[in-house]
């Protein structure tokens, strides 16, 4: 094994390979019905194993890269290989034996008893059911069927939400490039604040800021290799262009022959540098092609001074990819293989039921205590009216968010604009909010998080000190939409 390669401790007694070997690429190189030679494929793996690269990153609809890397596993040092998954359900209710059985299909296609890493993915913030996936994920972590969790694709209000509501969450897999700078400022400002590790994927843009694009034509954007280049070909046409794009591998290229390595190597120890990266992710198509070479070259140079100047300059002339981490997933434009979500998603059920109420009003209830206890609905619609009660950071028997006004406020948002969703319209339909603070120290906290949700809506607005009814209440919050 190979002495040069970093690591990055997760948690106590945790520690990956700073390079994680994406197995992403065996779904597509399943595409179309094909399958891959499971034992074959899995000796595919040593190489990158003996040269130090010991941690290797799936998802349960990776193809069969989890039966894959764990017959792998099975037939080396278990404990010196580390096997990281994901979890993406369906959006829409779960239950407690629905996130049990996941995780137990996950582990009986590694044939393990525990699951190194599991990381989550919500699909829809404003839908409270995934934090009950996280908790039921924690019970099982508690039960010994997980030894870690971490969660992907969350945008530095929802991860600060997880964080403060007390689930130990480890890192945050994201999108993070060169190409695409979203985590560098709120995200990463969080994840040292509270320890968390990012574990930053696209850091090649799939191969895209490589030489093997330096100085060549714009390619066809319809018809590419493979998913990743569908991929992050989007990221690079919202990223300013293809002469954006040559600007940048212009620059690469001079610094990589300073340094006598690879274009690639210099975008990825630039990540590597990134204050909260605990690692990068990259992709490898088994039996197809290697980079562990050229991958260990990153540990034997550092980017001086004047190398550093000459990229941030040249990413100074990138337009900023909108949205904050993940929203590629969540929102337009989705910056997909296939611009849309029709290769992950059937639908995107709504977040609560609506129900027929009195005087042709229609109602939803979030199943708090206090709508039974108080007899009032979450929302009631009323011909193109949208009234939203006084909200907050309640689910079920939790208080979301801790003593964190801000998290407590991002996840009354949430609520609020489930329950518009599900009576049919948009937060971008409120035209009026009011907030009641507990704390007046907390106001400005919660005021930001109002600008932030409602910078580009701007509805009338009041907040006011309150007596909040519930010790652990720091904010509560009333809307009011029009739907159009």
């Given at each position: 094994m190979q002495a040069n390669v970093e690591r990055c401790e997760l948690a106590p007694g945790f520690s990956i390979s700073r390079i994680v070997t994406g197995l992403w690429q065996i779904a597509d190189l399943e595409r179309d019905g094909q399958?891959?030679?499971?034992?074959?494929?899995?000796?595919?793996?040593?190489?990158?194993?003996?040269?130090?690269?010991?941690?290797?990153d799936m998802a349960d609809h990776y193809?069969?890269?989890?039966?894959?890397?764990?017959?792998?596993?099975?037939?080396?040092?278990?404990?010196?290989?580390?096997?990281?998954?994901?979890?993406?359900?369906?959006?829409?209710?779960?239950?407690?034996?629905?996130?049990?059985?996941?995780?137990?299909?996950?582990?009986?296609?590694?044939?393990?008893?525990?699951?190194?890493?599991?990381?989550?993915?919500?699909?829809?913030?404003?839908?409270?059911?995934?934090?009950?996936?996280?908790?039921?994920?924690?019970?099982l972590k508690n039960e010994g069927l997980i030894s870690h969790l971490g969660v992907t694709n969350f945008d530095a209000a929802h991860l600060g939400v997880v964080l403060n509501t007390g689930i130990e969450v480890v890192s945050?897999?994201?999108?993070?490039?060169?190409?695409?700078?979203?985590?560098?400022?709120a995200m990463t400002d969080l994840c040292r604040q509270h320890g968390v590790k990012v574990l930053a994927f696209g850091t090649v843009a799939g191969g895209f800021l490589t030489e093997r694009w330096l100085g060549k034509p714009e390619p066809d954007w319809?018809?590419?290799?493979?998913?990743?280049?569908?991929?992050?070909?989007?990221?690079?046409?919202?990223?300013?262009?293809?002469?954006?794009?040559?600007?940048?591998?212009?620059?690469?290229s001079d610094v990589a022959l300073r340094h006598h390595v690879s274009m690639a190597n210099v975008a990825c120890r630039?990540?590597?540098?990134?204050?909260?990266?605990?690692?990068?992710?990259?992709?490898?198509?088994?039996g197809k092609s290697r980079h562990i070479e050229d991958n260990l070259r990153l540990f034997e140079f550092s980017l001086d001074s004047e190398s550093r100047s000459e990229i941030e300059d040249a990413l100074?002339?990138?337009?900023?990819?909108?949205?904050?981490?993940?929203?590629?997933?969540?929102?337009?434009?989705?910056?997909?293989?296939?611009?849309?979500?029709?290769?992950?998603?059937?639908?995107?059920?709504?977040?609560y039921q609506a129900r027929p109420g009195h005087d042709a009003r229609t109602k939803v209830l979030s199943g708090t205590v206090w709508e039974e206890l108080a007899g009032f609905s979450r929302a009631v619609r009323h011909g193109?009216?949208?009234?939203?009660?006084?909200?907050t950071a309640t689910h079920g028997e939790h208080a979301i968010g801790g003593a964190d006004p801000a998290a407590q406020t991002h996840f009354v948002i949430d609520k609020i604009e489930g329950a518009i969703q599900s009576?049919?319209?948009?937060?971008?339909?409120?035209?009026?909010?009011?907030?009641?603070?507990?704390?007046?120290?907390?106001?400005?906290?919660?005021?930001?998080?109002?600008?932030?949700?409602?910078?580009?809506?701007?509805?009338a607005n009041t907040l006011v000190r309150a007596e909040l009814i519930g010790d652990e209440y720091l904010v509560e919050m009333e809307a009011e939409a029009v739907v159009s």
């Open positions: 399958t891959l030679d499971r034992r074959k494929t899995a000796t595919e793996m040593q190489p990158y194993y003996d040269a130090g690269f010991t941690t290797f193809g069969s890269a989890e039966e894959i890397a764990g017959s792998f596993q099975n037939q080396n040092d278990s404990d010196a290989v580390q096997l990281l998954t994901k979890w993406v359900p369906t959006p829409g209710p779960a239950t407690r034996d629905v996130v049990r059985a996941a995780v137990q299909r996950s582990l009986d296609r590694m044939q393990a008893t525990c699951i190194d890493m599991l990381q989550f993915h919500a699909w829809n913030y404003a839908d409270p059911g995934y934090l009950d996936c996280l908790f039921w994920l924690q019970e945050n897999q994201i999108c993070f490039s060169l190409l695409d700078p979203r985590a560098r400022h319809d018809n590419l290799e493979t998913w990743s280049q569908m991929k992050y070909g989007r990221f690079i046409r919202e990223a300013g262009g293809w002469q954006a794009l040559q600007n940048l591998l212009g620059v690469l630039a990540m590597l540098d990134q204050p909260a990266v605990g690692g990068i992710i990259v992709g490898a198509r088994l100074s002339k990138l337009r900023p990819i909108p949205g904050d981490c993940g929203d590629e997933y969540r929102r337009p434009p989705f910056l997909t293989a296939s611009g849309d979500l029709s290769h992950h998603l059937d639908s995107m059920p709504l977040p193109e009216r949208i009234m939203v009660s006084g909200t009576l049919g319209g948009k937060l971008s339909d409120v035209v009026r909010t009011r907030i009641f603070i507990r704390n007046v120290a907390d106001w400005e906290p919660v005021a930001r998080v109002h600008g932030e949700r409602f910078r580009e809506i701007q509805p």
